[in-house]
Nanobody
């Protein structure tokens, strides 16, 4: 059973940076990997995704140009570098996959069936 564990969350002031990590319990070669975030009372929203071998990276409009998703398959790791953070970036960040190669329909949470437990990010103004 593939499991995902996120880390790297914390508290930071607006304009700062954080790097989140997602460690998989098994190799993730060939899988689209995604990051989502959620705040209480709101729907879980897509942040970024990276396809097999990193050939394609996808971002929501709200983070485009500020966040960078990457992966190191040999280490079973996926990362989310978050720069120029804003208070609206506050939330619990989740790593997810459905073990597909392509990231079709990447921004829909129903696409994914494997989720980590999340790591909390708080951005203060």
């Amino acid at each position: 059973q593939l499991q995902l564990v996120e880390s790297g969350g914390g508290s930071v002031q607006a304009g700062g940076s954080l790097k989140l990590s997602c460690e998989a319990s098994q190799y993730i070669f060939g899988y689209c990997m995604a990051w989502f975030r959620q705040v209480p009372g709101k729907e879980r929203e897509a942040v970024a995704a990276i396809s097999d071998l990193g050939r394609d990276t996808l971002y929501s409009d709200s983070v485009q140009g500020r966040f960078i998703v990457s992966r190191e398959d040999e280490k079973k790791m996926v990362y989310l570098q978050m720069n120029n953070l804003k208070p609206d970036d506050t939330g619990v960040y989740y790593c997810a996959t459905d073990r597909r190669v392509a990231c079709n329909n990447w921004s829909s949470k129903s696409t994914y069936n494997i989720w980590g437990q999340g790591t909390r990010v708080t951005v203060s103004s």
